[in-house]
């Protein structure tokens, strides 16, 4: 056994607050917990964002953040796990960046500083306090890392695409025309 220095400690302490983070936050999408609208309401809200098909997405941004989260808490699959964090999470910066940067004004803050975390213990590595360690880094190779980093982005932004044109391509919603009864009260 080997002596734990202070960055093992300082990883293990960004990995557990990262990771338990983007864990709730996701079980909220795929289980309703922590007061979360789970997978059909949250499904539902992703569909009128222009995420389709809606639950689908639900569950994928749900299981980026749930199963990244979790992954990055326990240092198991550090590279693919930070990269599914940070994909998602570019995903999710994009719908924020029109109000800036600010989380108080809505902005994309919060989500990336989740997804810069990520990426940078996908780079730094989990740790020896991890079960990347214990397993002898077998899910904790360098390929690994430079090939989950280069995917995600690419991915993130295809995903980002696809709802553009799908919020270009749908009518906007025009407000219901007031009944004639009503009309006529006036």
Same mark, same amino acid.
């Given at each position: 056994?080997?002596?734990?220095?202070?960055? /093992? %400690?300082?990883? %293990?302490?960004?990995?557990? *607050?990262?990771?338990?983070?983007?864990?709730?936050?996701?079980?909220?999408?795929?289980?309703?917990?922590?007061?979360? @609208?789970?997978?059909?309401?949250?499904?539902?809200? =992703?569909?009128?964002?222009?995420?389709?098909?809606?639950? @689908?997405?639900?569950?994928?941004?749900?299981? *980026?953040?749930?199963?990244?989260?979790?992954?990055?808490?326990?240092?198991?699959?550090?590279? *693919?796990?930070?990269?599914?964090?940070?994909?998602?999470? &570019?995903?999710?910066?994009?719908? +924020?960046? /029109?109000?800036?940067? =600010?989380?108080?004004?809505? *902005?994309?803050?919060?989500?990336?500083?989740?997804?810069?975390?990520?990426?940078?213990?996908?780079?730094?590595?989990?740790?020896?306090?991890? %079960? $990347? +360690? %214990?397993?002898? +880094?077998?899910?904790?190779?360098?390929?690994?890392?430079?090939?989950?980093? @280069? @995917?995600?982005?690419?991915?993130?932004?295809?995903? &980002?695409?696809?709802?553009?044109?799908?919020?270009?391509?749908?009518?906007?919603?025009?407000? $219901?025309?007031?009944?004639?009864?009503?009309?006529? /009260?006036?």
């Amino acid at each position: 056994m080997h002596n734990v220095t202070a960055r /093992d %400690l300082g990883l %293990l302490a960004l990995r557990a *607050g990262v990771g338990g983070a983007l864990f709730a936050h996701g079980a909220q999408k795929l289980f309703g917990w922590f007061g979360g @609208a789970g997978p059909e309401q949250t499904g539902a809200m =992703f569909e009128k964002l222009g995420f389709r098909p809606g639950k @689908a997405n639900a569950i994928a941004a749900g299981l *980026g953040e749930a199963g990244g989260g979790a992954l990055l808490a326990a240092g198991l699959g550090t590279p *693919g796990a930070g990269a599914a964090v940070a994909g998602t999470m &570019i995903v999710a910066s994009s719908m +924020h960046v /029109d109000n800036g940067f =600010f989380s108080s004004k809505g *902005g994309f803050e919060y989500p990336a500083v989740l997804g810069w975390s990520a990426a940078a213990l996908a780079l730094a590595g989990p740790g020896s306090l991890s %079960l $990347d +360690h %214990l397993l002898g +880094h077998r899910l904790n190779r360098s390929w690994m890392r430079n090939l989950a980093l @280069a @995917a995600a982005a690419p991915a993130a932004l295809a995903v &980002i695409a696809r709802r553009r044109r799908t919020v270009a391509a749908t009518p906007a919603a025009q407000p $219901d025309p007031v009944p004639q009864q009503e009309t006529a /009260d006036r």
